[in-house]
């Protein structure tokens, strides 16, 4: 069975960091796509990034250009999101999604199949 577990969330102050992992199990990484979304209260879900794992092209939203970075680890099926310089409009759950596919990765949440259950990330003094 093909589940996607995301941990790593927690509280920081802005300005600091986290990691966030996306765990894959049930199915191998190889000719997938991840994608991290995260949605606030009262907002709609917003694709922050995504990782095409053959051939390894990425795709950041604008809001989060030069701050976050995306990369995966095959040997233990896992993809990550470093997440620097945080702000408090970053406060929101994070989570990863999976769809089986190569090339352009896409950040819309409709393309993807697959959802974990989501870590909440609070950024805050």
């Known amino acids: 069975q093909l589940q996607l577990v995301e941990s790593g969330g927690g509280l920081a102050q802005p300005g600091g960091s986290l990691r966030l992992s996306c765990a894959a199990s049930g199915f191998t990484l190889a000719y997938h796509k991840i994608g991290w979304f995260r949605q606030a209260p009262g907002k709609e879900r917003e694709g922050v990034s995504c990782?095409?794992?053959?051939?390894?092209?990425?795709n950041y939203a604008d809001s989060v250009k030069g701050r976050f970075t995306i990369y995966a680890d095959n040997v233990n099926n896992t993809v990550y999101l470093q997440m620097n310089s945080l702000k408090p409009e970053d406060t929101a759950v994070y989570y990863c999604a999976a769809e089986r596919g190569i090339g352009f990765c896409s950040r819309g949440p409709r393309q993807y199949a697959y959802w974990g259950q989501g870590t909440q990330v609070t950024v805050s003094s």
């Open positions: 990782i095409t794992l053959t051939g390894g092209s990425t």
